[in-house]
């Protein structure tokens, strides 16, 4: 089925995306990164906009379609915020488990509200091993580095709130909506509310300081994260939202690789353990489908 693969394509591209902004905000601002490369997936989705020709129909949205679109716009600008903030400030391979738990909470509202029952079982139990796959993977190399990085985690568990609450609303949003309009759309939203943000807090005087290295890397994160947005919201609109978010939560593997390659993050076996436990838990709800 074609909205798997493209689930995977999304995994694959949000793996990616990981590094690439971990790259980008070695001194950049998150907030300002956060911005910046909004403007790059922007660009992107509306070229896929215009190349599927689906332009024309964005008069026939509807009111409850474009009112969720926006919602799900909101909560995915402060799901990278927060996510990117976390970045800043912690390891990548702590950082992304936590972010990837939001799978947890999706896969459930989305039982809530879809109905998306067949094969709970098994569904619940992926579940659980994710959970645990989660835990095993956050666990602190020593007091020091909790005391001086300590808010990283909450900005993690942020992202991850507001990542399982974009999944639910864009949903709903994009029923009826082509997939590349819908999220060409959700990050205008993005967008709008990450500059927002910049000027509320005053940090437009930043943008004059950019290292040009950094900020390639942010751009080129853009570009990964508008590659992984088009596959992910075609697999949400013609696949199953239960089986589709655990997939594209296994961009963990990609990004573990790469952070192990670029930036010498090794884990533990404790942390293998829970990397395991994260991959037999998706598996399982795949197969569940």
């Known amino acids: 089925m074609m909205w798997l693969v493209m689930a995977a394509l ?5 793996g990616l995306t990981a590094i690439l902004a971990k790259c980008g905000i070695r001194k950049t601002d998150s907030d300002i990164a956060t911005a910046l490369r909004t403007i790059v997936v922007l660009v992107f989705s509306w070229i896929m906009v215009l190349v599927v020709g689906a332009a024309p129909t964005i008069t026939q949205i509807g009111r409850r379609s474009l009112i969720f679109l926006i919602l799900s716009g909101l909560a995915t600008g402060a799901s990278w915020i927060c996510y990117f903030k976390a970045l800043s400030m912690g390891d990548v391979n702590k950082v992304v488990p936590i972010d990837k738990s939001s799978t947890i909470l999706t896969v459930l509202l989305a039982i809530i509200f879809f109905r ?3 094969h709970l079982a098994v569904k619940l139990i992926g579940t659980a091993l994710l ?3 989660v835990f095993l993977m956050i666990e602190r190399k020593n007091a020091a580095a909790h005391e001086t990085k300590q808010g990283w985690l909450l900005y993690a568990m942020g ?3 507001f990542a399982a609450l974009t999944s639910i609303l864009a949903k709903v949003g994009i029923a009826g909506v082509e997939s590349n309009l819908g999220t060409a759309i959700r990050t205008g939203v993005v967008l709008f509310m990450a500059w927002v943000i910049i000027f509320l807090k005053r940090k437009q ?3 004059k300081d950019l290292d040009g290295k950094e900020l390639s890397f942010i751009l ?5 994260t508008g590659a992984s947005w088009l596959c992910y ?3 949400i609109q013609n696949g199953v939202v239960s089986v589709v978010v655990p997939i594209d939560k296994m961009s963990i593997l990609v990004t573990v690789a790469f952070s192990a390659l670029v930036f010498h993050e090794k884990l533990s076996r404790t942390a293998l353990l829970g990397l395991i436990l994260m991959v037999c838990g998706t598996l399982a709800m795949t197969i569940g489908a």
């Open 205 to 207: 005087s930043l943008l």
């Open 233 to 235: 919201y075609y697999a």
């Open 220 to 224: 080129l994160s853009g570009l990964a």
């Open 131 to 133: 959970a645990a796959g």
């Open 159 to 161: 992202s991850a709130v």
């Open 116 to 118: 998306e029952t067949n």
């Open 10 to 14: 999304s995994a694959f591209f949000a």
